[in-house]
């Protein structure tokens, strides 16, 4: 019986789960008592959930068993949490070109790996009117993610944001749809628009300072949300990628995903009162999707 | 062949989806294109997710499938809609009163009705530097939470919040308890402690602010957290309860639940380096547990 | 400040996950080739979740934040792994009883210790006409479970089936219920009937065969489901449970609890087309949620 | 401002959510009361869910929120709906071709349409030895899966199973891999081999037995797994696409998916007990995930 081809691999290890405390500050002037000796009085914590994939010329170890060059998954766990404890972790793009530096350079039969990070956001607690250092709480539920290919020639680097979720109540519109014998939806100029948005961008050569471009892309998709005033959602999405690429230069491409969260005006004729558009339910299933990627 | 007593019954619906939108403003004065209708600047918007439970002399529909007093549980839906439609919404604990009395009025085969709310948080959207009043970002991943429990006497209001994460990277301990043949569990002054909070309270007789008692309720529990010297998941819970019966009043008991997140210290000894308390991997299986109730 | 008085309180370890294989046969005829080694050709698979909770006179831990008589929940999740290997597993009732047994002995403090068994159930995977034996398929969704609640008197037993997903698609009815202002249900006498049906039962005193039992209370609910002339939820409900007391006399009392997962007609009318009872949407929110618990 | 680019874009409708009930037999035989008017002794019963995502010349409703040719999302569910009351449901292959044609045939800007199927499986409940025919009860947790992406030239077709959880306790090695100093896994000729097995498959020109051969599929798949002596996950998972591909003439290729459940044994030196490789913690974070395709 002849081997079958393989026409496509990859293999590695989903879902590494990395917490990284910095303590910065004067560890003598530390508040607290003698029972606490974390140094410091500032911590700076990161929440990472990593996955990394192998592609390369691993068709032996599928159609033989031959190990001899497949480095295990549970050692790439182990040196994610390696680099993190000697190189410290900075920002997900950063952490995940050390990585896939890292991983290229020492295995010959490695073409091409893929790290993915989701940075989980954190935010200090205050305390009075000043933040404790030492003690935080998730902000959610939108996360930051990073996704670095690295193979032979370098590295390419897609940011992200996952699982904003948005809402307008104004200024949002759809009509003009064409119509056949199944449609019931009623034209409307006047919805609500929700959804939980992914976005990943691409970014021009050279330097790029991606904490604060981060930052920037984000309230630069809620401001254009709000204000777009929109005739579907791809004419919003539109505009918010639109928005993007106006204002950030070193943003090359981005791609967005908008799942339509239907809040459908109840009919309360039925019940005898009237809906002046203020009563809704809130629905998941079904849900419209809406996608597309805006290039310079 | 004798029936079976039921000596329990409740019935009801779960997860009702209610967005209920308030349009402040002067409408003529509101900003957009001549499509836009929606009136006013100022939208306020209540997202909540409902469940109600009837408890009551029922027991016949059980038995011989009589339904001549059950009231369906989509009309209790439908009153949902209604009510928030003809009264508005407010805080979860007034719509939740305003629904246990209008069941508890109406159902004279009705001992007990329990309204669960989940009230879940958006904050506005920021345009420049000031709120742009028609768009929302979802705020989270916490929620608040209200159980309204009405019966021919009254009413008893819970308030609460869930899933709110937190994190303290310092003085946090765990030493000092007994050990047996099973005990590998290395003793620690210094680990991370990170939880998913639940808290529910109960209030004393009187007006109460429901808005501002749920926001002073929530930050006197971050602040102590924040502060707390930890001996023990346990000792920092009681100190969060106390914390909170300490500093206001109307609070008549709460009720706290922390699972323990652990974070455990990654030994990277095997790989020829040191972890200076730095480095964790985050777990949520198998988690500890901890519950208490502290009442004045 | 006085301290607060602790009205409640619970510790103890979650999500517990325990795999235990028992191989069972004769080594010297197991097949395969030299490089396995697995003992046996017949391998028994039992996969639990196990949670444990202590009560007792543990305040001192919470307001002092003494340690000296808590044993650590790391401990309580080794003591599982420790008797899983020394004592095996069995049937999760009788699990739950050798970990309740073990730590009320040695805890002193302890008054009452819960565990609960969440057993995940396995198939063998069959080659040919036979059974592989050292090959396991999940099979799902329903689990079985158990709760075993130890004191200083005994133990009290409960077993449960969680997640059986169930549908009838005739004799299934819904009418003659009150109507007010806000009724819009249409009464039916021909409707789906589909629920993710949870079960707990109690035991008459005495020997029980646990794992027979249980096939026989999943099997009778079956059976009285797919044959009952429903009038309700409540009244199918009640009837599958009355067919538990009425046939398996060692149970000594059931609790039921059945979400109404609503498979709604789709009005085609408006798309030119009739329903002839055909064509439904599924949907679980928002779900009737029925409960109750039968006794003899 | 120039105007970005569109690049790529989709639009549709997930998740709709549909059950399709067929009713045969001789409808004056039915048992059971009057009341009940279900035709029919045996019922048929599919549960699917459905995907439709649209790719075509549609920049215009994202550049200028022009709508003349955005068939509503709404409509696609409708449609979804009309079709299965119209010419009925059958395999899900056969459904995803026929919505794939009314689309394609009717919207002229259209390029491209992609119809996902999630079909929920259900097996009949039996009452004694006979199958009770109106009655089922949800089979799982995998589910059989369908992609039909439709042109104007036409078809093409990809089946599937998702969530296949298996488990092998023998024949089961990971030996022989690259150490570095970040190595800490022992090598093992016996362990446990548990994953939740993702397939997808393509087909020859031809008539295809969607049902039978999605069945011949399964099982083969599973009998590989059992046969199979691992020497890694890879080695497995190609073992199980060459025997698909050697057994069943009409697949043309087949991708596989699986995620390494690790199940670790625990160390039970420390606990003054042997592991003779008979406990383990079942984990799913972090997980090796290994794919592959495989072709003729």
Redesign the interface.
Known sequence: ?P?????????????????????HGDPST?S??S????RGDR?E?R?FTV?I?FEGS?DT???????????????M???V??L???EGVGEPEGFGLLLGRHFIE?NPKLTRVNVDLIDHL?GG?T?GDRE?G?????R??DTRTARVVTDRDGAAITAGIAG????????S?????????????PET??R?FATSMTATWTYTDGEIEFASTFRTVRQTL??A???H???????T??AM??SV??SIDVVQ?I?LEM??RH?LP?D?T??????R????????????????????
Chains 1, 2, 3, 4 share one sequence.
Not at 9 to 22: A, M, N, P, Q
Not at 35 to 38: F, H, K, V
Not at 164 to 171: E, G, S, Y
Request: hydrophobic share 35%.
């Open positions: 019986m081997h079958a081809a393989l026409t496509q691999t990859s293999y590695g290890k989903s879902r590494i789960r990395l917490v990284r405390v910095t303590r530390s607290g008592s029972r606490a000796t974390s911590h914590l929440d996955a994939a691993y170890s599928y159609t033989e068993g031959d190990n001899r060059d497949v480095l295990p998954t549970d050692t766990k182990n040196t949490y390696a993190a404890a000697r020492r954190w607690i305390v404790h030492r003690a935080f709480v998730r959610g539920p904003l979720v948005i809402m307008k109540t104004a200024h519109a759809f009509e003009g749809y064409p119509r056949d014998e199944f449609t019931t939806l100029n006047d609500l809620l401001e949300f709000a204000e005033d929109s005739l579907s959602v791809q004419h999405l539109y990628g639109q690429l106006d491409s791609s799942p339509n809040h109840i309360l039925r019940l005898g009162l009237e809906n558009n203020e009563v809704f339910v809130a629905t998941d299933e079904p849900h419209g999707l809406i996608k597309a990627t805006l290039s310079r």
